[in-house]
C-alpha cells in the first residue's frame, strides 16, 4: 500500500471541547507509526473529546486499529471519549469483525457523532 495518511485538523467554534481530524488514504504497516505520531500531534496536550472522520479512509489493516486503539486509550486517559465517524464499509465491517465499534461508538456522519457526544457529556 504505503500511500500517505493524512490528517486534516478541522476548526469548528460550535464544538466546545471537541476536537475534530479527518483522515485520508490507506493506513497499513508501512505508515501506521507516522499516523500515530501525527495524530498525537494534531490531538496535543488538550484535554477533550476527539472525532476522527474517516470518510476518506479507503484501507485499514491491523497495524491501523492499533493506531486506533493507542488514539482511544490517549484520550480516555485524559477522561474524554474518541468517536469514528462517516466509516468506509469495509472499514465499518472491520471493526465490528473486531468487536471495537462499542469501543468507538461509531457514527454514520460527523453531525451524529457530535450528537453522541453532546448527549455523552450531559450525562
Known sequence: MSTAVHVTVTSDDTLE???????AGELDYTNAERLQH???????PDSRDLIIDLKDLTFCDSTGIQVFL???????GRGHSVVLAQLHPRLER????????????IQPTVG??????QARQSS
Open 17 to 23: 471541547n471537541v476536537s475534530l481530524l479527518a483522515l
Open 38 to 44: 501525527d495524530l498525537q500531534e494534531s490531538i496535543g
Open 70 to 76: 493507542a488514539v482511544r486509550k490517549l484520550v480516555h
Open 94 to 105: 472491520l471493526f465490528h469483525l473486531t468487536g471495537l465499534t462499542q469501543a468507538f461508538g
Open 112 to 117: 451524529d457523532a457530535v450528537e453522541a457526544l
